[in-house]
Structures are given as C-alpha cells and as structure tokens.
C-alpha cells in the first residue's frame, strides 16, 4: 500500500502554484490569473485514476470560495514542456497579449486569500496552496506547501522554490500559526 501512495503520489505532486496576480497596474480586478509551474517533466503524467485535478479558491478564513477541473492532458503537456500554466481571465489574456491555458471562472479575493492545487484522493488533498495577505485560516493540512508571499509589482505574488531561487521572497508560517505578509 505504501507503494501504491508513492507512486500515486508521483503522478501529480510537483504540480505547484507559482504566481497568483489580483488586480492590473492600474487597479482592475478583471486582469487576473493563477500560474502553476511543474518542473516534474515525464515523471508527471496526472493520470485518470487521480482526476479531476482542480484550482480550488479560499478566502482568508479558509472558506472556499470556487473552484475548477482543470484540464490533465494541458497539465501534463506544460509539464513535459517545463512551461508555465495559466489559468486566466480574458482581462489578464487581452493585458498581456496572451492566451491562457484555460479561463479563470473565480473571482481572486483581493485582500487575502488562497489558492491551492488539489488531487482527488480521499479525502481531497492540496498539493501546494499560494497564500497572499493575511490569512487566518490555512486551507489543507500540514503537509500542504504553503508560500506566503510578498508582492512582486502591481498586484501580483509569486513564488519559485526550485533550487532555492527566490525563496526568501516568501516565508512559510511561524510557530504560532500566525501567517502575516
């Protein structure tokens, strides 16, 4: 059974959330998107026996506030491509001239909130939560990734722990529990 776990585990858990951005430069909540990055390459195969995969929204209280099946065949392909994947408005795809992978249909909450990547075990999991503002209540439990991150220009937050880089940029939370930014 061990075993079964692991490998089940590999399909799926290097999915994390990269970078979450809330509103544009000038303040428009339409521009908005959440980044995974995956750097598992062919190890990642986000098979059918652990779909669906989701963006799962929470606010700071932990309270979910939305979430979406997001596609395995285009996970799979941005990871084997080592590219990022973006799930966003057509706000954010007209601002930045591109195309997302697939349409954010949840509103970010502006102030704090979360945004985890889950796998369908029993019972629901999150693999890597980004977390942004003050949070009160952590969605997941401990063996969730959590990244508190500080901005990154306008409104965006972001996070890249391969290889250390850029990690100081963001904390995970203090002994207390307390998750400030």
Known sequence: MVLLVASAQATYHLNMVNEVMLTSRSGDPSVQFVEFLDNGGSEEAFTPAFAPYKLVIYDAAGNKLGEQTLDPTG??????ADREYLVSTPGADSTFHVAGDERLNTNLPLQAGQACFEGNTSPPTAVSCLTWGTINQACGDQHVRHWLCQRSGAARWRVRP?????IDRCRLPDAQGAKHV
């Open 75 to 80: 996970l799979r392909a941005a990871a084997l």
């Open 162 to 166: 391969a290889s250390g880089r850029q």
